[in-house]
């Protein structure tokens, strides 16, 4: 038996995910760069580089992970709001497509940075677009209050000195409001703010030649096992009916979660049991080191037993793990069979902002990653 903890993924799963959405964009002016920061594992990150997908990386160390698994360097687009001068030199020097910029002077600095190389950069303007994400506080990022993006009064200062930044060119907006989506009507709010800025974009800056809608799309934690592909028909036809650009302009989108989310879970072993007056304790050996968002976002993760079930009692459990923090628990009176020590817990939903968040805290080692696959795929529609 394998040693646990570890991270386990369904790369048929994947694959399917890839098919539905690549199915839903077929025919269109769009291109789906996937966020490297969602999962960084080599295995997946080559998976999605040979579905012909680009990669949106949030620092140099992502940019050169992207590159090692295959994604061609104009493919690759680097966005993120403090980019070291390190990272921006090694962006150029590798020519990525596209970096996004979220400040004044982050754009001074990269047309310093290209003018000393004796090269140019094409770059385009995050912007914050100020719509509300409906989702947790802590992924939300296209609200004014968030760090995001040019702020009105930098856009402003911008317009007077743009002509003589001759080193950098503006091509288009790049826009993320926030993670874990599952209201429709927040991209169509999202359409709308971008169908009012294009115009000002225009009359200011220059020729509108690119869009980045950025990603955020949710997936279903709490039904993963009905609902594993995430509902990329009714999210890309927002797009498809609410933008209204100039003709030929090719929308971008950076989705991390919806692509990898359900592809993978956690595997853990029940270490100890303990009871209280008022509660059962699970203590498994996964913790926050392994599976953050819960600490970090109260995160609700489906977890099951994975062995055959011995019991037919069931109870209400805390599910904790090793950490020495209290806020390190995957969840608070959970009803699962009775556990035993020993048992084997898989934690759902584990694709996404797992394994890339993973911790050394409390001296843990990274742990295993495992793939399985069926190898005889037939690319399905969805
Ligand atoms: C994190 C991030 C994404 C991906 O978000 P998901 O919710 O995983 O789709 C896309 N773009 C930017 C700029 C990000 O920071």
Redesign the pocket.
Same mark, same amino acid.
């Given at each position: 038996m394998k040693q646990t903890p570890y991270y386990f993924y369904d790369l048929d799963l994947l694959h399917d995910t890839l098919n539905c959405l690549k199915s839903k964009i077929k025919g269109t002016d769009f291109k789906v760069h996937y966020?490297v920061?969602?999962n960084n594992n080599g295995e997946i990150l080559s998976t999605i580089s040979r579905q012909g997908l680009g990669a949106?990386c949030?620092s140099g160390g992502e940019i050169k992970w992207a590159l090692d698994a295959g994604f061609a360097p104009e493919e690759i687009v680097f966005?993120g709001v403090g980019k070291t001068d390190e990272e921006i030199i090694y962006a150029l020097e590798n020519e990525v497509g596209m970096i996004h910029c979220e400040s004044l002077q982050e754009i001074v600095v990269i047309d310093e940075l290209a003018k000393e190389r004796n090269t140019f950069a094409k770059i385009a303007l995050r912007l914050n677009p100020n719509v509300n994400p409906l989702t947790h506080e802590k992924i939300s990022?296209g609200l004014k209050e968030n760090k995001f993006g040019l702020t009105s009064l930098e856009f402003e200062e911008l317009i007077h000195l743009y002509p003589i930044l001759n080193n950098v060119q503006i091509v288009g907006m790049h826009f993320?409001i926030g !993670?874990?989506i599952h209201d429709m009507s927040v991209f169509v709010e999202l359409c709308d703010r971008i169908n009012e800025l294009v115009p000002m974009f225009e009359e200011h800056i220059g020729p509108f030649q690119y869009l980045n809608v950025?990603?955020?799309?949710g997936i279903d934690y709490y039904e993963p096992n009905e609902n594993p592909i995430p509902e990329f028909g009714s999210y890309f036809e927002v797009f498809k009916t609410c933008l209204d650009l100039p003709a030929g302009v090719p929308v971008h989108f950076?989705?991390?979660? !919806?692509i990898v989310g359900q592809c993978g879970s956690l595997h853990t072993k029940v270490l100890y049991i303990k009871k209280s007056e008022e509660k059962n304790f699970a203590v498994l050996d996964a913790g926050m080191t392994e599976l953050l968002r819960p600490a970090l976002y109260n995160a609700y993760h489906k977890m099951e037993l994975l062995d055959a079930v011995t019991s037919e009692e069931m109870l209400y459990y805390d599910i904790v793990g090793p950490i020495c923090e209290s806020s390190d628990c995957f969840g608070k009176d959970i009803l699962l069979p009775e556990l035993k020590r020993g048992d084997i817990i898989a934690i759902q939903s584990c694709g996404?902002y797992a394994e890339s968040m993973s911790l050394n805290y409390n001296g843990r080692d990274k742990v295993p990653s495992y793939m399985h696959s069926s190898k005889n795929l037939v690319p399905q529609e969805c």
């Open positions: 966020a920061k969602a949106d949030v966005a990022t993320h !993670s874990q950025g990603g955020g799309l950076e989705l991390g979660r !919806s996404a």
